[in-house]
């Protein structure tokens, strides 16, 4: 596993979590993702700093102490999973890319929702 960078945990409902992985995969990749397991939420690993300003309704933004670890096959959150797996290419999500995925995969389940 690459070294961990620095990062805050962006957490939302699992199927609106799951249409932003998607939509973050097809368009401009994804960076780790955890899933708890009771299946009620993901969490998205993103640059440490960003719960400072993040302000986006039904999702939370929690500063960590994910300092200068490393990540292993465990995932650094205790009761998570991996549903996106480090890597390289990408170490975190952009919160802005994030931020625009979520916006997205709100208004596609709403849709969803009312046919």
Do not use: K, N, Y
Not at 39 to 65: E, I, Y
Not at 81 to 102: E, I, K, N, Q
């Amino acid at each position: 596993m690459p070294p961990a960078p620095d990062w805050d945990l962006v957490t939302v409902p699992s199927r609106q979590g799951l249409e932003a992985v998607d939509i973050l995969r097809l368009r401009t990749g994804v960076g780790p993702v955890l899933h708890d397991t009771s299946g009620d939420t993901l969490g998205f690993l993103v640059p440490a700093g960003t719960a400072g300003g993040w302000d986006l309704p039904g999702s939370a933004c929690t500063r960590t102490d994910g300092r200068g670890t490393r990540f292993t096959d465990e995932p650094p959150v205790a009761g998570a999973g991996w549903l996106v797996p480090p890597r390289g290419s990408h170490p975190v999500t952009d919160p802005v890319l994030l931020r625009m995925a979520l916006g997205e995969a709100a208004r596609t389940l709403e849709a969803a929702d009312g046919l």
